[in-house]
């Protein structure tokens, strides 16, 4: 509880002595830069295997001769969209960005450069964690769509090539009693994860004490606790609003 406290307090230090608009505007886009744009080709590669695989996988289960094929692409549709793209993308993001936050933070930490902010009178907290959080709840959804679209592609491609399912009966079968509220609930899973991520492994890195060891470890905690609240909060939103 002493943790879950000191990290709520820091969530509210980043609205206090902010920076000017324009500030933020550049530090938000360099961060997207580097949290979105640097992240697509593992996102994308990733999530098309992820397809196939799923595609090859549920293909292999449905063995009865009495369901039809276009259940397969049924069925990777709604595992991607609901559970596959946003969360297990959410710990691929966790593992690449989070540790970068808490690396990059940790030692700003232990070099004292954010003793350096507070001393020229800048709130070192909204300075450094807020662009980031920003830029992840921005980025984020986004890789997450993206992850949705090359998953599907991926089923797609295993298919029709090699006759698992002819493309007719798959872009009928993602089409088949399609619910767009699926849609809506990745969304709203993909900001929520974003937000605890970017915050959490910030706030690992931020309060890094020692040396170059204890970088490494603050990244590893980010990284763990980050994963146990992406799951978490995976269970509670899926009771919350798919009840």
Known sequence: MKGFGRYCIFI??????????????RLVM???????????????????FMGAVTTVQTAFNLVSPLIPKFVIAQVVREMTVLELAPTIIAIIFAGKVGS??????????????????????????????LPKIVASLF?????????????????????????IITPSEYI??????FNDYTVTFALIKSFVFAFLIASISCYKGYYTKGGALEVGM??????????????????????????
């Open 218 to 243: 603050s990244s590893t905690s980010a990284v763990t606790s980050s994963v146990i609240a992406v799951l978490l909060s995976d269970y509670f939103l899926a009771e919350l609003l798919l009840q």
């Open 172 to 177: 009928y079968g993602i089409r088949y009693v």
């Open 12 to 25: 509210g230090s980043l609205f206090v002595r902010r920076e000017t608009f324009m500030t933020y505007y």
């Open 30 to 48: 360099n961060e997207c830069i580097h949290i979105g744009i640097k992240s697509i080709l593992l996102v994308a590669l990733v999530s098309t």
């Open 100 to 129: 970068s936050m808490a690396g990059g933070i940790g030692t700003m930490r232990i070099t004292e450069q954010i003793d350096a902010l507070e001393v020229m009178g800048i709130n070192s907290s909204s300075y450094l964690v």
């Open 139 to 163: 980025m984020y959804p986004l890789l997450v769509i993206l992850a949705g679209f090359c998953a599907l592609a991926g089923g797609y491609l295993v298919g029709a090539l090699s006759g």
